[in-house]
């Protein structure tokens, strides 16, 4: 980092968040090169960033179809090759962990994206980053406001509030969740996201994945995480100090502001790309206790959060598989939560598992989540 510039590695750059972090990147160019990209099978996107940034190293999980004379590696080796200094892991589902692993342990600088790498392993990844004095910078917006608000405190905070939108059914009766339709499903009220993030923001799923995260992030017990329905999506957190003196950090709902964060930390630059709240458009910020019990999936991740072991690589794994039957219109929307129930209580955890026991835990869930979702398609239920 010499020069001032740092090198960046971009594991899922086609993505929701990849794109919006190159977009970041292109704001800023005398910050940041771009050494490795790796995406999933988006291969036209691929090949046009590619032709754009001239990365030295490139992946991706399809063959590339296109001739590029960088050089092909893993995501582990791009996660880890010596020119990196900050790896943004932007990748979905499961893929994230074993890069995360790479960068953490050749010291690189994590920007962290995905949700599931600190879900699943948390354990594993936070000692990991310990042992070779590694940091994991969060991009989430909730997480980033925590990190945020806590830059020159010294002690632990005693609790966080995570805020949530409450997602565009908070106000729909059981009856009405039932017949929500994909395409209202997608339909977020403030945030512009992935598809598989913004069903389970629907579901609230993703505030429980949100909650585990936190915990692993910040060393916070469950029972000091609460959660608060704030519908403007203003406020991206709020800490509360021993002294009970409360901080928060607002800004408009745009992941671009966390992505900049976490890339330029400890700067804050200015960026004209980046949107402005406007006081004036504001006219109220409501906050109120989130509802528990009528979002089963929230109470489902909570509960694997807080029994651990490899319940919440099981949660993680029967989500995905729901959430992409759900958009395959083959089960409803309430279907989401029976399915990730289901499989839950038919496994059997492992405590204190090892990465090979969290990703066989994630393979059962998947194969017996893929089994109920087709007894549910041919109506045997
Ligand atoms: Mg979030």
């Not at 990196?84 to 890069?99: C, E, F, Q």
């Not at 980053?129 to 608000?149: F, G, K, M, R």
Request: aromatic residues 8%; contains cysteine.
């Amino acid at each position: 980092m010499g020069d001032g510039i740092k090198k960046i590695a971009i594991l899922g750059s086609t993505g929701s968040i990849g794109q919006q972090a190159l977009d970041v990147i292109h704001a800023l160019p005398d910050r940041f090169q771009v050494i490795g990209l790796a995406v999933g099978k988006n291969q036209e996107l691929l090949e046009r960033q590619i032709s754009e940034l001239q990365p030295k190293v490139f992946y991706s999980s399809a063959e590339p179809d296109f001739a590029y004379g960088g050089e092909f590696l893993s995501m582990e080796e791009i996660a880890s090759h010596p020119e990196v200094d900050l790896v943004i892991i932007a990748t979905s589902g499961k893929a994230g962990l074993s890069p995360t692993l790479a960068a953490l342990r050749t010291g690189k600088v994590v920007a962290l994206a995905s949700k599931e790498v600190l879900v699943m392993a948390g354990e594993i990844i936070t000692t990991e980053a310990t042992l070779h004095q590694s940091q994991i910078l969060p991009v989430d917006s909730e997480h980033s406001a925590i990190w945020q608000c806590l830059q020159g405190e010294g002690g632990k905070p005693q609790r966080l509030f995570l805020t949530a939108s409450g997602g565009p059914f908070y106000r729909y009766s059981q009856s009405q969740l039932s017949g929500v339709t994909v395409e209202q499903a997608l339909h977020h009220p403030t945030w512009k996201m992935g598809r598989k993030v913004t069903i389970d923001s629907a579901t609230l799923m993703n505030k429980g994945l949100e909650v585990i995260e936190a915990h692993w992030l910040f060393d916070i017990p469950f029972e000091n995480i609460e959660i608060l329905i704030h519908p403007q999506s203003i406020v991206h957190s709020i800490v509360e100090f021993a002294d009970g003196s409360m901080k928060a950090q607002l800004g408009s709902p745009d992941m671009r502001l966390p992505i900049q964060y976490a890339l330029c930390y400890p700067e804050r630059l200015s960026n004209p790309g980046l949107p402005r709240l406007d006081w004036s458009k504001i006219q109220s910020l409501n906050f109120e206790p989130v509802d528990y019990n009528k979002f089963p999936c929230l109470k489902l991740a909570l509960e694997a959060g807080r029994l651990g072991g490899t319940y919440p690589a099981v949660l993680c794994a029967a989500d995905e598989v729901a959430v992409e039957r759900f958009l395959n219109h083959s089960i409803s929307f309430t279907d989401i939560a029976r399915m990730v129930q289901k499989t839950l209580e038919q496994h059997q955890s492992v405590a204190q598992p090892s990465l090979e026991e969290i990703l066989a835990a994630d393979a059962w869930a998947r194969e017996y989540a893929e089994r109920l979702s087709l007894c549910q398609t041919s109506g045997i239920r």
